[in-house]
DNA sequence: TCGTATGATTGCAATATTGCGATTAACTTT
DNA sequence: AAAGTTAATCGCAATATTGCAATCATACGA
């Protein structure tokens, strides 16, 4: 039916869910490596980096910030993108915690 | 359009978003941290566990499968699924670059 | 061989996502 | 104030995803 059943998962995992389905689009991929190279925070120059139009771009910059993998601040008439480290942080934790994991298991499974 | 614009980015860029997207679902993170929970490789029981048809749960192995987060082996009549240690490794990875490099930059930054 | 069990596949309906042109809102500059 | 700049929002069309019942394919046991 297209409709996720998020009711019947723990608020955990549809928050880590949430993050990483936020994520898995190249073009916000793209985003986040553009503000990583620069080595400060990005005002407005993102459009014209991206093989998108305006529009779309914002769109994809709302996505990020809603789920807090980045921070916008105001600064005139342009706006201020930079990423929030606390995201990143969360999501190393958690692959790192799996990793563990799964290395633990390696040997008696298939 | 509903078309993502995968030509306009680089490989890499649509690799690590197929993978986060992969992993953007409360359902496949279920599945994740039951194959996790489990000390060894989980052999049909994962309908039982979650809250979904088998047709559903079945695409979602399928899905997970497809960018490598999973490896199934047939195992008589039944099939036996355990997480790919590579898959989380790459993941691990990428994020801690990410955060290596974000920390580095917060000084001067908004 | 025939029934049973397991899991994949098909086909469908409902909903979500993507992308963009057009417009709007808010601020700057002249 | 008028004109320009920047970014958010709206509304739409095209496509993708989600979930499931039904069916199919394969392997197992009697």
Same mark, same amino acid.
């Given at each position: 039916?297209?409709?996720?059943? *998020?009711?019947? =998962?723990?608020?955990?995992?549809?928050?880590?869910?949430?993050?990483?389905?936020?994520?898995?689009?190249?073009?916000?991929?793209?985003?986040?490596?553009?503000?990583?190279?620069? +080595?400060?925070?990005? !005002?407005?120059?993102? %459009?014209?980096?991206?093989?998108? &139009?305006? &529009? *779309? /771009?914002?769109?994809?910059?709302?996505?990020? +910030?809603? /789920?807090?993998?980045? +921070?916008?601040?105001?600064?005139? $008439?342009? %706006?201020?993108? !930079?990423?929030?480290? $606390?995201? =990143?942080?969360?999501?190393?934790?958690? =692959?790192? $915690?799996?990793?563990?994991? %799964?290395? !633990?298991?390696?040997?008696? !499974?298939?």
């Amino acid at each position: 039916m297209g409709l996720t059943k *998020t009711e019947n =998962f723990t608020e955990k995992q549809n928050d880590i869910a949430k993050l990483l389905k936020a994520l898995g689009h190249p073009a916000r991929i793209a985003i986040i490596e553009h503000l990583l190279k620069m +080595k400060t925070c990005v !005002c407005g120059d993102l %459009v014209s980096e991206l093989p998108l &139009a305006q &529009a *779309t /771009v914002s769109q994809h910059l709302k996505e990020l +910030k809603n /789920v807090g993998i980045i +921070k916008g601040t105001v600064e005139g $008439n342009a %706006v201020c993108y !930079c990423l929030d480290e $606390n995201a =990143f942080d969360y999501l190393k934790g958690y =692959f790192s $915690n799996i990793l563990a994991d %799964v290395k !633990c298991q390696q040997s008696n !499974c298939c």
